[in-house]
């Protein structure tokens, strides 16, 4: 029965069956700080499903909570000192080890240090919460607890879970999908890593609105105004699209000129990753628009700052760049998939 349970359940490998909590039950196992905060925390109702760990066929245990449960956390380390505890549900099986037959809930109580790690997990179990016990505490509230819970999803079907707490991709074959809720985006298992997997998923930029002026680009390589993304975090092996659009180029204050616009990292002196030259500018304003667009790998993946910059070349006077009553200018970054579906020529 234990094998067919797990059988049923998205990621369940043999001995290495991927824990999980019903994510439509009760409070979902949900680890919370004590109403009164102390040294406890409250675990909430739920069912959850327990791979058993201590032999190859041993199969998922089916377990339910009907109730709060209030757990009790050791006195805090000293001074200098800290602690992570672990709260777990586990099954005890004496078909396989000990005298125990029983399901229950529990804190695994961490070793002080001054730079502590997580204490290993018992068998039989999954992990709900880790708790960081700082020094002399005399309460766990909520900013002390990190919810480590993988949620369920019936074979095939997407697994719900969040940027931190994605489920281990050894649990997984490729292609599981996974709706990652603090992002509202979902991700596919690709041989060690989630990728998004929509194409154009933007990951962030900036919406120049109605109605931005910038006067006085001249000679000197100028960053535009309000053309600045913030941090960008990059996943790794992905095609990134940084796009730029000017709606209204732009008019010289003495004659036509020629100018150029760069798409560059951080700021004027950055790496550049495109360009493109607007020739004949006319006095005549927004005669001219420009798209710029540049697609590359992000490689290992990093966080960037990405800006749009302008330089006049030739002719007189200084450039003015705005956008108008109708028309707003934009600086996007997207994800536009896993790399190994293209092939970039650099």
């Known amino acids: 029965m234990r094998l067919y349970d797990g059988s049923l359940t998205a990621g369940f490998i043999g001995s290495s069956g991927r824990g999980s909590v019903h994510p439509g039950f009760g409070n979902q196992y949900a680890v919370t700080q004590n109403g009164t905060p102390n040294m406890s925390v409250n675990v909430g109702a739920g069912i959850c499903y327990i791979p058993g760990t201590e032999n190859p066929v041993q199969g998922v245990y089916f377990c339910a909570n009907d109730n709060t449960v209030n757990l009790t956390i050791a006195t805090a380390p000293g001074a200098g000192q800290s602690r992570i505890d672990l709260v777990v549900a586990k099954v005890q099986d004496a078909q396989y080890s000990g005298a125990t037959n029983a399901f229950s809930l529990a804190v695994v109580t961490g070793t002080a240090s001054a730079s502590p790690s997580a204490p290993s997990a018992p068998n039989n179990s999954i992990i709900l919460a880790q708790i960081a016990v700082g020094s002399s505490v005399s309460s766990i509230v909520t900013g002390n607890i990190t919810d480590k819970r993988v949620f369920a999803s019936s074979l095939g079907a997407p697994v719900k879970a969040t940027s931190t707490t994605m489920p281990p991709t050894s649990s997984f074959q490729d292609g599981q999908l996974v709706y990652v809720t603090d992002t509202n985006r979902f991700q596919v298992l690709q041989g060690t890593s989630y990728n998004n997997m929509q194409e154009g998923t933007l990951l962030g930029g900036n919406i120049i609105v109605q109605v931005h002026s910038q006067t006085g680009i001249a000679g000197t390589e100028t960053v535009i105004d309000n053309y600045t993304t913030g941090s960008v975090v990059l996943p790794p092996n992905r095609l990134i699209r940084v796009e730029i659009y000017l709606p209204s180029i732009i008019f010289v204050t003495a004659a036509p000129g020629t100018a150029i616009a ?23 304003f927004g005669s001219t628009k420009g798209l710029l667009r540049a697609e590359f790998s992000s490689g290992a993946g990093a966080t960037k700052i990405y800006c749009a910059t302008m330089t006049r070349l030739a002719g007189s006077g200084t450039i003015t760049l705005a956008t108008n009553g109708s028309t707003s200018g934009s600086i996007l970054v997207y994800d536009m998939g896993p790399i190994s579906r293209v092939n970039v020529i650099s």
């Open 262 to 284: 760069r798409i560059r990292e951080t700021n004027a002196s950055g790496a550049q990753l495109q360009e493109r030259l607007f020739d004949n500018i006319g006095l005549s």
